[in-house]
């Protein structure tokens, strides 16, 4: 018989009888033996090197088929199969050897830069090809991984973006498509990244090589980091500010608000100028809250303005604070850097 071709039937009519089967092999190639259409109550299957050693041993009891899996065959040239019935069993069966051989052919990587969602979550959207250039078909089912790595070697550092599990047959020579989109929770260091694809990711399936089954993308793609609102400058009045004669005080105070994250920050959340009576958040006492409802890329800026009516306090040096996400509605990269304390305000009396 013959790698990857058509099944051998070896028939033993006669009790006592042995039957042999040979094949060229190469080093190296894993393959599966497969036994049909059996009537052979039980036997043995024993696989010779081509120096005549024995190589691997197998029972086939009851008259059913098998498919067994051989790694790597261990040198190259003609293994011999000896089918040898146990007692006075006789009968048939057919014989295949071979394996299919998963690659992964073409990756196409994102095209721009991955940007984080509100959530902070990160959305991939990539495609690939796997081909069969095996001699047999590959049965289902097998799984494809992507990831990202800092490297062009596979390993347990790199990030899973994701699986796609593939539950069709695909024959000699035939080929699939995978466009998927992943989601990816948990955050993704941002960085630039080579893409990984590795077909039969878990190695479940034998195959004529096991060493061809990852490709690494030609470019590389970058991360970018979460949105991080902070407060830049705000601006008050630097002399003191007259007491109205309702006994109020009308402050205008502005403050700058820049998202030095890499990723756009979505709408909505609320931003805050409070009144202090230190120059902390801890000294606060009256707070002004406006709603933002506007996309802010990452880099830009905007500002926050307003002229407020402080009432209810006594005449004395204040600290006004701006807060950027007071509401803390929106997911950031860092949660700490969101405020700026002014310098002192005088209210006079």
């Known amino acids: 018989m013959t790698y990857g071709g058509a099944g051998r039937t070896v028939t033993l009519s006669t009790a006592g009888k042995i039957g042999l089967v040979v094949f060229d092999g190469t080093a190296g190639d894993g393959a599966v033996l497969t036994v049909s259409n059996n009537t052979i109550t039980s036997s043995g299957l024993y696989l010779y090197k081509p120096d005549g050693s024995l190589f691997q041993s197998w029972g086939v009891c009851c008259g059913l088929g098998a ?11 003609t293994y011999t199969l000896m089918v040898q019935p146990d007692g006075t069993y006789t009968g048939s069966m057919t014989l295949t050897i071979g394996a299919p051989d998963l690659t992964v052919t073409a990756l196409t990587p994102p095209a721009t830069p991955i940007s984080a969602n509100r959530d902070t979550s990160y959305t991939v959207t990539m495609s690939w090809t796997v081909k069969n250039n095996g001699p047999n078909t590959a049965n289902p089912n097998w799984n494809d991984q992507a990831f990202l790595s800092l490297d062009q070697t ?11 599990t593939h539950t069709t047959a695909l024959t000699s020579g035939s080929s699939y498509n995978a466009n998927p989109t992943f989601t990816v929770y948990g955050g993704i260091p941002p960085g630039t ?38 407060v830049t400058t705000i601006t008050v009045p630097t002399s003191p500010v007259p007491r109205n004669g309702d006994g109020t005080w009308t402050v205008p105070v502005t403050f700058t608000v820049q998202n030095v994250g890499q990723s756009t920050a979505f709408p909505t959340w609320w931003d805050t100028t409070a009144l202090s009576t230190t120059p902390s958040v801890n000294g606060i006492i009256q707070d002004f809250p406006v709603l933002h409802s506007t996309s802010v890329a990452g880099g830009a800026s905007y500002q926050v303005s307003g002229t ?39 209210l006079q009396p």
């Open 67 to 77: 498919n067994t899996p051989i790694p790597s065959l261990p040198s190259t040239g």
């Open 154 to 164: 596979l390993d347990g550092g790199d990030i899973l973006l994701g699986t796609v």
């Open 193 to 230: 990244y080579w893409v990984i694809v590795k077909t039969d990711a878990q190695e479940t399936m034998q195959e004529r090589s096991e060493t061809n089954n990852i490709r690494v993308s030609a470019t590389q793609v970058t991360v970018l980091s979460v949105a991080d609102l902070t």
């Open 308 to 346: 407020y009516t402080i009432s209810g306090v006594s005449p004395g040096t204040y600290y006004f604070i701006g807060v950027a996400d007071s509401s803390s509605w929106l997911p950031e990269a860092n949660e700490n850097n969101n405020t700026l304390v002014s310098t002192a305000v005088v």
